[in-house]
């Protein structure tokens, strides 16, 4: 909990990616609240009084993973709307042609977005959630240990170098509103 604090403040695509291990997680303790107070709250290093605001904290993921019918997959709601906004923010960004860098980054990203867009067989919402959905498998993919080619390496390098600068305009919108959607 006190990490997504913190990664919500400073780096919505790493918020992003946090929550959507943290929903696996659940499912991985098949979002049994005593295996999860065992595994992981008893783990952090907290008053009691915080512990408390943890147990509440992974209780109302599970209680909104139950009514959105997102125990056994996908993301919640919640998160899929931060992945829209960011779209949002994507979409001004290249529509309003007054980033050259961002656009710079974006073009130079193009074959690999395609390439990742086949990939996923239409399985995503938009192109923001795309690159997230890469970047999510590509973490996985070396958590297990899996071989990554070079071009993978390659390609992941670029769209993680978008959503990061994506996630830079995302705070600066969120310090200065007024620059944005005038």
């Known amino acids: 909990m006190f990490i997504s604090q913190q990664l919500k403040k400073e780096n919505i695509a790493e918020y992003i990616l946090y929550m959507w291990q943290v929903e696996d997680l659940l499912r991985s303790f098949a979002f049994d609240t005593d295996k999860i107070e065992e ?6 290093p907290v008053s009691d009084t915080q512990k408390q605001e943890v147990t509440n904290w992974y209780s109302n993921l599970i209680q909104m993973a139950e009514l959105e019918n997102k125990k056994e997959s996908g993301h919640l709601q919640i998160f899929i709307n931060i992945v829209c906004d960011l779209n949002d923010l994507h979409s001004w960004l290249l529509y309003r042609q007054q980033d050259i860098e961002y656009e710079k980054i974006y073009s130079d990203t193009q074959p690999e977005l395609e390439a990742l ?7 995503i919402i938009n192109e ?3 690159c997230l959905q890469g970047i999510y498998a590509f973490m996985l993919m070396r ?8 071009e993978t390496e390659n390609a992941m390098y ?7 600068y994506l996630s830079a305009k995302y705070a600066d919108r969120e310090e200065n509103p007024d620059k944005y959607y005038e």
């Open 39 to 44: 595994n992981i709250i008893n783990r952090y």
């Open 158 to 164: 670029k769209i993680t170098r978008l959503i990061a």
């Open 128 to 130: 923001v959630d795309m």
């Open 143 to 150: 958590l297990q240990k899996k071989e990554i080619s070079t």
């Open 117 to 123: 867009y086949e990939k996923m067989e239409g399985k």
